[in-house]
């Protein structure tokens, strides 16, 4: 693929594993995705819990959440395809807000909820097992 420079992308034929121009991929991005996700899961649950940006301390950690979040996946996207690091990003924040309600009480337990939330961790375990 020609970039707007008339460069080749560095990914592209690339060995898994590696970029075309020899370097290695970083394991640092998938785990700022990962940071990130948890963010994202911060950012959702303190969002619902500013009551419409009328208590103070949620709306302060739902913003400083989305920004670590968001800069986090910015950064990821760097080396991760974005489809792959858009739906782990959302995959782990969801999860984990649905876990988290249920655990205080904000929603109720489910099992079905449980095993759906596992297919969603299976489903991003499997988009980082097939990622180069």
């Not at 792959?84 to 782990?92: D, E, K, Q």
Request: net charge negative.
């Amino acid at each position: 693929m020609v970039t707007s420079n008339n460069c080749l992308d560095p990914d592209e034929g690339a060995v898994p594993g590696t970029r075309q121009d020899g370097q290695k991929v970083s394991g640092m991005h998938w785990i700022v995705l990962i940071v990130s996700g948890l963010f994202e899961a911060v950012w959702a649950v303190a969002l619902g819990m500013s009551e419409g940006f009328s208590k103070l301390v949620p709306t302060v950690i739902f913003f400083v959440g989305l920004v670590i979040s968001m800069g986090g996946l910015a950064y990821a996207m760097k080396e991760i395809p974005v489809g792959t690091a858009y739906a782990v990003w959302v995959g782990i924040g969801a999860s984990l807000a649905v876990i988290y309600s249920m655990a205080t009480g904000q929603e109720a337990f489910s099992v079905l909820k449980m095993v759906f939330i596992l297919g969603l961790v299976g489903c991003i375990i499997g988009l980082k097992a097939v990622s180069h």
